[in-house]
């Protein structure tokens, strides 16, 4: 017997390992700029620090539109893979998910002006 606990806590699982792995992709992005970012800030180099910055906040606002669409129109289908023929629990995850894809907006934008902060010390 299946509770409606049990679904709850699935569907919740399954969202936030998604969730995780996708933010892994900023985290990485964040942690590559990082060192150049610092060194730039380090050397007054203002022009190159634009540059980078520049560059990385447009791949983080491509990656973070793609990541939000691929969850919207993929996203049952991403789900499924971890569900294993459980339908209650797609459902309920794909539910969730499709809120949840929001965050994916705004997380990659925080994620990387974080990291960029904290590696040149000014937050």
């Known amino acids: ?7 709850r806590v699935a569907a919740m699982s399954i ?3 998604l969730y995780f792995l996708f933010s892994s992709l900023y985290i990485g992005l964040s942690m590559g700029v990082s060192p150049l ?3 730039s800030f380090g050397a007054k ?5 634009r540059e980078l910055m520049g560059l990385a906040l447009k791949v983080t606002l491509v990656g973070s539109l793609m990541t939000y669409l691929s969850i919207l129109g993929f996203g049952d289908a991403i789900i499924t893979l ?8 797609t459902k309920l995850a794909t539910e969730g998910m499709a809120i949840m894809s929001l965050a994916f907006l705004v997380s990659g934008f925080n994620i ?3 990291r960029t902060l904290h590696r040149v010390e000014q937050w």
Request: aromatic share 14%.
């Open 1 to 7: 017997m299946v509770y409606a606990g049990e679904v």
């Open 45 to 49: 180099n203002v022009e190159r620090l």
């Open 15 to 17: 969202i936030i390992y």
């Open 112 to 114: 990387l002006m974080f």
């Open 37 to 39: 970012v610092s060194v």
């Open 82 to 89: 971890f569900t294993a023929g459980r339908a209650d629990v």
